[in-house]
């Protein structure tokens, strides 16, 4: 026995279903679009949650906030139509505004106990010089609801959910937006379908913004890929759920 064989890093190719938990509309697929799509191909059913309405960086701030709305569902759709994403789904809470962890935490333990993933994807909430709340936030609430599923005496924000739920097993959750990967996913093959998901996001992002993201992302994947076997790559923090407490 070795202490790697204890938690070996959980295998995301096995994944068959997939609750992607982001804090705005656009970040499942700017950070992970391409191995989303890849897993999407090779079977895997992919469910969208996000956890913010997203109204404050719309482009065009003419729009009453139901024009924005509706214009931000428009992208994510097609988006995700891309990307092979099967349900979106949203929990609402303002865009960079006054809600806690604490309101996250029980809508997410009830799509986690809803949707009974295999793999969770979110942000890392651990990320140095992370600013935004929403996706410290998003990040936190969704690592301790995939270590909390299975206690339902923690409540869900839903008590038929909770009511019916029988347990499952999480093998894994993969953190993006992260600085400590210890997986690079090759995501060659799916980064043109990523780049054209991504340029779904007109709502949010002007010309000029969204030419400087794609040049980014290009050269960020290109970066991260160097002395791996392939010439793109996403990073993640893959971690078995008993990895996320004590770190033993
Ligand atoms: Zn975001």
């Excluded at 942000?123 to 995939?146: C, S």
């Excluded at 007109?202 to 993201?213: H, S």
Aim: hydrophobic share 40%; aromatic share 10%.
């Amino acid at each position: 026995m070795t202490i790697e064989s204890l938690l070996p890093i959980p295998d995301i190719f096995s994944a068959k279903r997939i609750l992607c938990i982001q804090p705005h509309y656009d970040d499942n697929d700017i950070a992970a679009g391409g191995i989303l799509t890849q897993l999407a191909k090779n079977g895997a059913e992919l469910f969208y949650l996000t956890a913010t309405n997203d109204l404050m960086g719309i482009v065009d701030t003419s729009l009453s906030d139901e024009e924005a709305a509706n214009a931000l569902k428009r992208d994510q759709f097609a988006a995700g139509k891309i990307v092979g994403v099967k349900e979106q789904s949203w929990c609402g809470y303002p865009d960079a505004g006054d809600y806690n962890y604490f309101d996250l935490r029980p809508d997410f333990l009830k799509h986690i106990r809803m949707f009974k993933p295999d793999f969770v994807f979110a942000p890392d909430a651990w990320l140095t010089y992370e600013g935004h709340r929403d996706h410290i936030q998003t990040g936190l609430a969704a690592a301790e609801a995939v270590m909390f599923a299975g206690l339902t005496k923690i409540a869900s924000s839903d008590p038929e959910v909770d009511s019916g739920y029988e347990g499952h097993s999480i093998q894994g959750i993969a953190l993006y937006f992260t600085r400590e990967p210890n997986t690079i996913a090759d995501v060659t093959s799916t980064w043109e379908e990523k780049i054209a998901a991504v340029k779904c996001y007109k709502a949010q992002f002007d010309p000029e913004g969204m030419e400087q993201l794609v040049f980014a992302l290009d050269m960020k994947s290109q970066q991260v890929a160097q002395g791996q076997s392939f010439t793109r790559g996403e990073p993640l923090k893959v971690l078995h759920p008993r990895a996320l407490h004590c770190g033993i």
